[in-house]
């Protein structure tokens, strides 16, 4: 809904300004300027990028950042009831009693999978704290890296725009000038449309597809916190910590904008823990 709201603040503000020094609306219609702009970034970036990247490209434009909220209670439920709990749940999370409680989490392959994955390694007990820190420290990486493909992707089609404008800016003029021989008039206005091409290049770039791609940056940046809070929580646990005291290494991982303070997060772990 904010992009759409930020596009609307650009194209009003930039057709308002330009309407308020007497400017045509007409004089901005060049269906051949997009054309040669929209089609030359669409091919430069198809160019640029593999078959991998486009798909992530398009996957991720559509993609509303989803936040997910941990509970100890799985951590409480493993002390309790012991490691044999703990293998079951994680063995089928779909039929899970504690998983099911949480849809958003079960709905989410990529985390659950990052999730159970490690529970399974802490159940199996074949490594200690220090290697599964590690491992989980290059399997964030490696999904940063990958979530920030689209927006790398989406970055160089950005800075290639206002160069596409200039291209569509001097084929206008190369048109211009091969028709000289028309009233000035006539000419004037070939010229005009002309630099349209380089309006278009630069306003497309700054004010819709690099914001677009600083906008999948900040979604991957508040992403990677998930893992880093499930990583917090579950080597916290490995190393001792009382499931409450491990919620709260978890807490302090948390952006301080989504981050509840302890009072409240205390006052909703015990209503879980009520309830389970």
């Known amino acids: 809904m904010l992009v759409v709201l930020g596009y609307v603040v650009v194209v009003v503000a930039v057709l308002g300004g330009y309407a308020m020094t007497g400017g045509h609306m007409g004089a901005l219609y060049q269906p051949a300027e997009f054309v040669i702009i929209g089609g030359a970034a669409f091919g430069a970036f198809i160019a640029t990028n593999t078959g991998k990247a486009i798909k992530a490209t398009a996957r991720a434009l559509p993609g509303l950042f989803k936040s997910s909220k941990y509970k100890n209670v799985l951590l409480s439920k493993a002390r309790r009831e012991g490691i044999l709990f703990l293998e079951k749940e994680i063995a089928d999370p779909a039929a899970s009693s504690v998983f099911s409680q949480y849809p958003r989490i079960l709905s989410d392959p990529v985390v659950m999978e990052f999730l159970t994955d490690y529970l399974r390694m802490m159940v199996n007990g074949n490594m200690n704290a220090f290697e599964i820190e590690a491992l989980m420290d290059h399997e964030i990486e490696t999904f940063r890296h990958e979530a920030e493909i689209p927006a ?5 089609v950005g800075d290639g725009l206002p160069a596409f404008g200039i291209v569509a800016a001097v084929m206008g003029v190369v048109h211009a000038l091969g028709s000289a021989d028309l009233p000035p008039a006539e000419l004037g206005a070939l010229i005009a449309h002309a630099m349209v091409g380089t309006f278009l290049g630069i306003l497309l770039a700054y004010g ?40 709260e290494f978890g807490r ?17 772990v015990r209503e879980v823990k009520s309830l389970n």
């Open 152 to 156: 790398h992707a989406l970055s160089r």
């Open 208 to 247: 819709f597809i690099s914001p677009l791609a600083a906008r999948i940056e900040l979604q991957v940046s508040e992403n990677v916190k998930v893992y880093e809070c499930i990583k917090v929580v579950l080597l916290a646990s490995l190393n001792g910590y009382a499931p409450l005291v491990a919620v």
């Open 252 to 268: 302090k991982v948390l952006y301080s904008t989504v981050r509840p303070s302890f009072l409240e997060l205390d006052d909703h």
